[in-house]
């Protein structure tokens, strides 16, 4: 008997093992699915569209950089991250209104993180592929800047993470 009991117990905890990643692999792809981007409208109807050229002249190089060829701010370099006075924050080049200082968290990135916009159609998601990976890339919705990522890791009420560039934002204190 010993034996069996033996060679029994490494496949009990082989299964045990591979239900556990099958049921995390069902968790994960449903949580994909949520996360699929929505088309949605801008507040308003406000549209700002504008040349390459145009907005070279409004934003600081590093904000062009971000906002129009949706590069990424180093972590921990933005002021607003670790603004805590309470107002809105807007897209840094168009103003149109993104995110409240309520739905602000400390998530420890170093990037200004939210678990709501500010409106449903405050941005828009789009798929992004780029490094190897599948995320969900967060837009304005009135000048298609980019803005950063959403992540399905954040706090309560949502569990959402919008992971911003502090550079895209323009912080008005209420
Ligand atoms: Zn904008």
């Known amino acids: ?10 496949v009990f905890l082989l299964t045990g093992g591979l239900l556990a990643c099958v049921g995390q692999t069902q968790q994960n792809s449903q949580v ?15 549209r700002v569209v504008k040349t390459n050229a145009e907005w070279k002249k409004i934003l600081t190089a590093d904000q062009y ?67 190897g990976m599948d995320r969900v890339e967060i837009l304005c919705s009135v000048c298609d800047a980019h803005l950063g990522h959403v992540f399905d890791d954040g706090p309560k009420p949502t569990g959402l993470r919008y992971c911003m560039n502090g550079v895209a934002l323009s912080f008005e204190k209420k």
Do not use: Q
């Open 65 to 131: 950089a971000v906002m129009r060829e949706k590069g990424t701010e180093r972590a921990g370099t933005s002021p607003l991250n670790r603004n805590k006075e309470k107002g809105v924050y807007a897209c840094a080049g168009c103003r149109n209104p993104l995110f409240s200082s309520a739905a602000k968290f400390e998530s420890g990135t170093g990037w200004p993180s939210f678990y709501e916009p500010i409106a449903k159609n405050a941005v828009h998601e789009e798929h992004d592929r780029s490094y």
């Open 1 to 10: 008997m010993k034996p069996i009991i033996a060679l029994l117990i490494p």
């Open 32 to 46: 994909t699915a949520s996360r699929e981007p929505k088309a949605t409208d801008s507040p308003g109807g406000r």
